[in-house]
C-alpha cells in the first residue's frame, strides 16, 4: 500500500510541485492544507503516514502546527519546509520534533530522501 502523505503549504505551486514530485515516485498524497490549522485539522481526521509543512505560513505557522500535532500524535513523522534564511526557525521546528526539513526550492532528489528516510524509520 502507498505511504499517505498530507502536503501543508500556503502557495499552491509548491504543493502541486511537491505532489508532483511524491506520486510520480509512488506515494499517495492523501491531503492539501494551506495554513497550519487546516494541517491539524485534516492530520486528525486523514493519519497520514507523513507531513510536509511550509514554517511561514497565515493562520497558523507550521512550528505552532507541529507542535499541536505531535500534541496529538507524538510519533508524528514531520518534514518541515523552509526557504532560504530560516535557520532560526528550522532549529525551532527541529526543538518542537521536526524530523528533517528540505528546503525551497525543492529538489526532487532531496524531497524524496528525506521522506524515504523518515517512513523507513
Known sequence: MAKRILITDDALFMRVTLKN???QNGYEVC????NGAEAVKLY???KPDLVTMDITMPEMDGIQALKEIRTQDPNAKVVMCTA?????????????GA???IVKPFQP?????AVEKLLAA
Open 109 to 113: 532528489d532531496r524531497v524524496l530522501e
Open 31 to 34: 491531503g492539501e492544507a494551506t
Open 99 to 101: 524530523k528533517d526539513f
Open 44 to 46: 486528525s481526521e486523514l
Open 21 to 23: 514530485i511524491l506520486t
Open 84 to 96: 532560504m534564511g530560516q535557520k532560526n526557525m528550522v532549529v525551532e521546528a527541529i526543538q518542537s
